[in-house]
């Protein structure tokens, strides 16, 4: 989750104590793992210039076997959570769900970043070969 620095401490704990309880009231009684990044007020652009406000983001990775009902009416928790707590706007959160753990999350011009066993030999083949051209 990431969130403007200096937000009251004890707003953002209730809101992850809230959002655990949600998630496990609405998709499963499992283990969840939330992580808080806070921006300096400074440092958040939008267009290239200096935006000074950062609204809640919420990053979700939820397994495929959860229907988009559930996924939909936890968005909606979250939102209703993070709004009354952080005292934000609900069109002001954002919520980004991944459906799958496995498989490509970072694309370049449109391909997935294969960062498997090869690609990382093949580039320390490339620095070597560098390497040895610079001496």
Partial sequence: MSMPKGLDDLAVEKSLREITAATADILAPLMVRIGIYESDPEKIYEGGKCRG??????????????????????????????????????????????????????MIDGKPKDFSKKVKQDALHVQHSDAQRQA
Avoid at 59 to 75: D, T
Wanted: net charge neutral; glycine share 10%.
């Fill in 53 to 106: 406000h950062l609204p809640p983001t919420v990053v979700f990775n939820c397994g495929p076997g959860r229907s988009l009902e559930a996924k939909n009416m936890l968005m909606n928790w979250v939102t209703e959570i993070l709004s009354e707590n952080l005292g934000c706007g609900k069109r002001d959160v954002r919520c980004h769900l991944l459906d799958r753990w496995e498989g490509p999350h970072l």
